[in-house]
């Protein structure tokens, strides 16, 4: 599978691809909707951070305790669900006079459900394509992402002037609830990947085994915490610049839509284990101009070049389905997706507590210290040779 033709030529890869894109494009306007509502409420740099990304760190608890669910589950049901419940939680967020505590309530409710919605989402997509179209189709939805990312910020922050930070939450539930129809009636009806009921305990038996090899461990620490540390620059955006986050938002979603769109379509096999680390020190070399308050043409630069980098994700994701049994995909990619948000959580919390006590700029800069350190740290553990093991026997129960 070579082309996008090939690709959208797979019945049900089209339905995913639109379930995604919603969701994505609902997430994007609530997010920037919420940080702008916190915000003014609060005028605290590290509240507004973490009402965006804050939701990460109940990503925590659903590695530990849900993330079995992921390969148990029946995908078109639990897609379905899970779209409903985060519509439903942001109408809640849009009620007038609800208390911080109960915003943050809500969000942490929301990563739960998010922490398995990752694994059962791609482990869907591991399914519907065969394994030499899995590159390509996590770089189409990636660019999914971009582009929805990219029109959600520029929308998000029209809606937030037209409509007030209330109703653009209002618009994004409805999006949630659009997908959620597309998803029950796109989908195909599928058993779940692998037998057995969810489970803590079963929870942590398949992580343990995940995190038993060294190759996967480096790759997992490659994929979490480079680009955690950057996203907490992201969550800076607002307090940096109030009048211009949607448009640094945008515009750092536009980077990665070329990035995803380079590497999933263009880069040849040969050139895919090279370009990880350059990628991962793209990705936070040039948020270093940060600490001279570049004005805004050259701060939308710096950020549309770092974000070419995250297309080092999509590298490590391949090099991980590689090391990883099928039935455990679901899992994996879970643990991947609960582990990065939970990062970015993280780096937001890092990011707002440095700035609150200097600048978001002072703030953005040390982020990015940090992750090319970490990048150059990880770099002996990713060389490809490393990549070579086998995955593991299947899980049996």
């Known amino acids: 599978m070579r082309t996008y033709g090939d690709l959208f030529r797979v019945p049900e890869f089209r339905p995913l691809f ?61 897609t379905t669900a899970m779209a409903v419940a985060f519509g439903l939680s942001t109408v809640v967020l849009a009620l007038p006079g609800l208390p911080v505590w109960a915003v943050f309530a809500v969000i942490l409710g929301q990563g739960l459900v998010a922490s398995v ?18 590159l390509l189709g996590r770089s189409v939805l990636n660019m999914s992402v971009g582009a ?13 002037t037209v409509l007030s930070p209330r109703g653009t939450l209002l618009a994004g539930a409805a999006l949630y609830l659009v997908a959620a129809i597309v998803a029950r009636f796109g989908l195909s009806s599928r058993p779940p990947r692998a037998t057995g009921r969810p489970s803590v305990t079963e929870t942590w038996r398949t992580n343990a085994r ?26 800076l955006f607002v307090p940096y610049s109030p009048r211009h986050a949607g448009l640094l938002f945008a515009f750092a ?34 948020y270093l101009i940060f600490i001279l308050h570049p004005a805004l043409p050259l701060a939308v630069a710096a950020v549309v070049l770092a974000s070419i980098g995250y297309a080092a994700t999509l590298l490590l994701q391949e090099r991980l389905m590689a090391l990883t049994p099928d039935d455990m995909h679901g899992q994996a990619l879970g643990l991947h997706s609960s582990g990065m948000l939970a990062m970015q959580g993280v780096g937001a919390t890092l990011a707002g507590t440095v700035a609150q006590q200097s600048s978001p700029a002072v703030a953005m800069t040390a982020m990015a210290v940090a992750s090319v350190a970490v990048t150059l740290l990880l770099g002996p553990g990713l060389r490809p040779a490393r990549a070579e093991e086998a995955p593991l026997e299947p899980v049996t129960s």
């Open 18 to 78: 639109a379930t995604v894109s919603l969701q994505v494009a609902a997430s994007t306007v609530s997010g920037l909707a919420l940080g702008t509502l916190v915000y003014a409420a609060t005028r605290s740099p590290l509240l507004s951070a973490l009402s965006m990304f804050g939701a990460s760190f109940a990503q925590l608890i659903g590695a530990v305790a849900l993330l079995s669910a992921a390969d148990r589950l029946p995908p078109r049901a639990a």
């Open 253 to 286: 979603a536009f980077g990665m839509l070329i990035g995803d769109t380079l590497t999933g379509r263009f880069v040849p096999q040969h050139w895919r284990t090279r370009l990880g680390a350059p990628l991962r020190l793209l990705l936070a070399a040039p």
């Open 148 to 160: 929805m990312q990219i029109c959600g910020f520029a929308a998000g922050g029209v809606l937030v």
């Open 117 to 134: 919605a990752g694994g059962v989402r791609y482990g869907l997509l591991s399914e519907i394509l065969p394994a030499d179209g899995y």
């Open 210 to 235: 995940l995190w038993s090899r060294p190759s996967r461990r480096y790759v997992y620490a490659g994929l979490w915490v480079p680009n955690g540390l950057i996203v907490g620059c992201e969550s």
